[in-house]
C-alpha cells in the first residue's frame, strides 16, 4: 500500500543454507538447491528470504567467520548462481536480504593476516590490539563461546579482541579507513540487487578504548562484558554514518541482531524519522526459560512462563506502536526450535505449533519464519557429542565436561533443550533417506522425524502446518488492520490464554490464544461479539462462531475480525 514501507507489509522467511537443500550431493544445501525450492516458498506466499552468510569463510562459525566480503563460498555456488538466484526471487516479486557480519572477520580473512604479519601494517589498526596486563590478558572479558575474549599473537606479545570465537577477530570500527571499506562492500552487494541486510551483532560494534572489567559472577574468571560493548560509546554515530552513506541510498530493509535491548533503545533504533534500523531482533522471550542470571549456566533450561511472554510482547508492541517498528519471532538458527521450546512437540505439535504462529502474525511488526517452522520441526536429540558440528555446542561440552567435570549425560541434556544445532539439522523434504534433502552424506544428521515430518506431507495434508502459514500470511496481505492496527491487550491476568486486540479506524481483530494443555471456558472478552464478527481463522476445526461464552481447547487459536 503507498506510503508504507514495503518491509512493513513483507513476510520474512530465514534459510540457513547448508541445511536447505542440497542440489549436487555433496552433503551441503547450497544456492542451486534453493532455486530448487522456489515454489515451495512462493506457495507459502513469504515475500522476502534472508540468507544467513554464504561467502567464504573456514567455517568455524556456520559462515558468521568471514575471510571474503565480496564472493561465494565454493560449497555454496558461485557469485553467477547467487545472481541467478536474486533474478528468479525478482521475477517472482520476492526479495532477498543477506546476513552482514561486521563485527568481526574469519581470522582468515586477509586483513587480519596483514594485521597479525606486522605491527607496522596499514590493517593493524583494522583490529583491537592491547598489551598484556600484568603478564596476562588486558581484561577479564569473556568470548560468547567460552574463555577470554582475548588471545596472545605471540611474535607481537599483544593480545587481539574476540567477543566470539578466537577464529573471529573483532574489527576496530574507530579506525574510519575500517568504516569506508564496510561502506564500500555494502555498497557493492546493494548495486548487485539486494534489498538489505541482517546485521549480525550491530549493537556490539563500539567498545570503551580502555575496556574496563566487567562484573564476574562468583567463580566466574571470564564474564561476558556486555555492559561495556553492548550500545558502546560511538555506537549511533556509526549506524547514523552507515545510513546516510550507504543505506539512505538504496530503498531497503534493514534488521539488526541487537541482543540485551529494551523497548527503549528498540525506539532509538527504529524510529522511523530519527532511526538507523528498519527494526531489530530483540531477545528479552529468548531469556524466558533461561534461570536467574546469577545462577544460570549457558543453557539452563527453566520453565517459562506466560504471564511473563504476555507482559514483555506487551511492553514491546505498546513501546513501539506509531513511532518504531517490531520483528517478530520465537526462533532462528541459534536457538531450539520453537515448537519444543514454546510449545508441545508431542500429543500437541501441530495445535501448538499453529498457534505460535498465529501469535507471531497477529502482533504488530513484521513476522519472521525460520526455515522448518512451517513443518514443526521438533528440537533432536543426539546422544553422541560427536553427531554435533556447533562450535558454540562443542565448546561448551569440553567446559563442562572436560573441564568442570560435570555428567555427560546431564550437559548432552542441556544441549538437547538449547543447543543451536537443534535449529540446523537438514530440512526434510520427502520420507526418502536423509529426508530427500541430499543425496550423499549430509554434514549434519537430520532430525530422525523426517519419515513423518517433512515436506511433502505437508504439502499433502490441506491440515498441515505449513497450509496454516499459508493461510496467516494471506490473512496478512489482505486485512490492513494485520499490519496497521493497534495493540491493545486483554484478559491481563488469565492463567493460560493471551488475548489482545488490534485495532485501526475501519477494522479490529480479535486474537485469543489458549496456551494451555487444558479445556478453558472463559466469557467473551473483547468488545461484544456483534453480529458482524466473523471467525477469521482458527487452528483447530468445528470452531465456535463468537458468542457470550467460549470454550477454548488445549493450545487452541482463534482469529476473529469486524469491520
Ligand atoms: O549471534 C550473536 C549472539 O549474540 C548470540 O545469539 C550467540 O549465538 C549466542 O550468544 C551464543 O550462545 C550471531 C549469529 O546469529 C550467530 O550464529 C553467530 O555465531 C554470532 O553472531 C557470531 O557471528
Ligand atoms: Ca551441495
New binding site residues.
Partial sequence: RPGEPWWKQSVIYQIYPRSFSDSNGDGIGDLQGIRDRLDYLQTLGVDVLWLCPVYPSPNR??G?DISDYRGVAPEFGTLDDWKALVADLHARDMRLIMDL?V??TSDEHPWFQQARASKDSPYRDYYLWRPAREGREPSNWGS??GGPAWTLDEPSGEYYLHL?STH?PDLNWDNPRVRAEIHDMMRWWLDLGIDGFRM??INMLSKPPAFPDAAARAGERFPVASEHFIHGPRLFEYLAEMKAQVLDHYDVMTVG?T?DVTPEHGLAFTNAETGPLSMIFAFELMHLDAGHAQTQR?WTKVPWSLAELRQITTRWQAGLHGVGWNSNFLS???VPRLVSRFGDDGEFRLASATLLATYLFALQGTPYIYQGDELGLTNVAFSDIGEYRDI?TLNYYREQVNDLGRPPAEVLAEIHAKG?DNARTPMPWTAEPNGGFTSGTPWIALNPTYGQINAQQALADPDSIYWYYRDLIRLRHTYPVFVDGRYDLLLPDHQTVFAFTRTTDDEQLLVLLNFGREVCELDWPGPPPLPTIQLLLANLPGAQPPQSTLTLRPYEARLYHTR
Fill in positions: 562459525d556456520g558468521y557480519v563485527n568481526h560468547h563461546f566470539f573471529q549480525d551483532t541482531e541482543p549457558k532462528n538458527h541459534d558454540d543451536r
